[in-house]
């Protein structure tokens, strides 16, 4: 069982076109405040992630923000977040985020929030951490991509195993439900065993 004291999101730094993507990135927040999660997260003040960032320090949560320099330089940090961590790239914020995290959930966002989500992913799959992936499907923004999931495992280019790591739900509390008791899948030396099959 996943011990959950800190959950990182990944979202757009844009708000997108619909209210209700930014009421999710709000309520998400919100709920991972109560539940005495510590947010992780992009340390934005713009869009969803800036939302995330109110929704859970209005609620009394603690927020932990890791933002490259340069982005910081253009004025985007979040100046209220309980930690703002500054780092000298894009690589860099990427790892602090994960080892600051328990877990994390992917929320709507553009080609920066799935180069996380499937960075993530991908060092899950490799066995470099064996934290829950959750992708937050409200609003069925996340369709496409979780059809296309499947059909990789289809094709053989992902483990069934693999593919099920990823937890998908529309409901927050639900996710985070699964998220608690998520066991990483044990496929032995898999790596060594698609090397030998190679040769």
Request: hydrophobic share 40%; aromatic share 6%.
């Amino acid at each position: 069982m996943s011990k959950l004291h800190r959950i990182c999101v990944y979202c757009g730094s844009s708000a997108g076109n619909h209210p209700a993507h930014r009421a999710t990135a709000l309520a998400i927040g919100g709920l991972l405040a109560r539940e005495g999660i510590t947010v992780v997260y992009g340390g934005g003040n713009v869009g969803l992630m800036g939302a995330v960032a109110d929704g859970a320090l209005a609620a009394g949560g603690k927020v932990i923000g890791v933002i490259p320099q340069s982005l910081l330089e253009k004025e985007l940090g979040h100046r209220e977040v309980t930690e703002l961590h500054v780092t000298s790239s894009m690589h860099e914020r990427k790892q602090m985020m994960v080892d600051l995290s328990d877990g994390f959930i992917a929320l709507p966002g553009g080609f920066g929030t799935l180069d996380e989500l499937f960075e993530t992913l991908t060092w899950l799959q490799l066995g470099f951490h064996d934290k829950p992936v959750g992708l937050l499907n409200a609003n069925g923004f996340f369709d496409g991509l979780t059809t296309f999931i499947t059909h990789m495992s289809r094709e053989g280019f992902l483990k069934p195993e693999h593919a099920d790591c990823v937890l998908i739900e529309s409901d927050a509390e639900k996710l985070l439900a699964r998220m608690h008791t998520f066991r990483p899948p044990d496929l032995g030396k898999w790596i060594e065993k698609l090397a030998a099959e190679a040769r």
